[in-house]
């Protein structure tokens, strides 16, 4: 369990790097959309390797997808299929999971 001390220090952190990126959340959703198309369904702003990305999840023709794009330039870094869905999907069924595969823009 959170301590209110260690949300109010997760609040800082994201309003800081919200406020250090020029790349918008609309702006990296639309460029994850033209990069592979399909459907966003999550979106996070991290630091990676002291570098600010957005990391765009989307749904491709069956598969999840993350686009991870420059928070300060707007451009994408990485795109990689995460998970294909081989069968359909019922309420008591885990899907199939495929090895990782790369999509290199």
Same mark, same amino acid.
């Given at each position: 369990?959170?301590?209110?001390?260690? *949300?109010?220090?997760? /609040?800082? @952190?994201?309003?800081?790097?919200? #406020? /250090?990126?020029?790349?918008?959340?609309?702006?990296?959703?639309?460029?994850?959309? #033209? #990069?592979? &198309?399909?459907?966003?369904?999550?979106?996070?702003? @991290?630091?990676?390797?002291?570098?600010?990305?957005?990391?765009? +999840?989307?749904?491709?023709?069956?598969? *999840?997808?993350?686009?991870?794009?420059?928070?300060?330039? &707007?451009?994408?870094? +990485? /795109?990689?299929?995460?998970?294909?869905?081989?069968? $359909?999907?019922?309420?008591?069924?885990? $899907?199939? @999971?495929?090895?990782?595969?790369?999509?290199? #823009?």
């Amino acid at each position: 369990m959170k301590h209110d001390h260690d *949300r109010v220090m997760e /609040a800082q @952190r994201t309003v800081a790097l919200v #406020s /250090a990126c020029p790349t918008s959340l609309e702006q990296a959703i639309k460029t994850a959309l #033209s #990069s592979v &198309g399909g459907t966003a369904f999550e979106v996070k702003l @991290r630091e990676v390797d002291q570098q600010v990305v957005w990391k765009v +999840k989307l749904v491709v023709g069956g598969e *999840r997808v993350k686009v991870v794009i420059d928070a300060c330039s &707007g451009h994408v870094i +990485k /795109a990689k299929a995460e998970t294909i869905v081989t069968e $359909p999907v019922s309420r008591n069924h885990v $899907p199939s @999971r495929a090895v990782e595969s790369r999509i290199e #823009s």
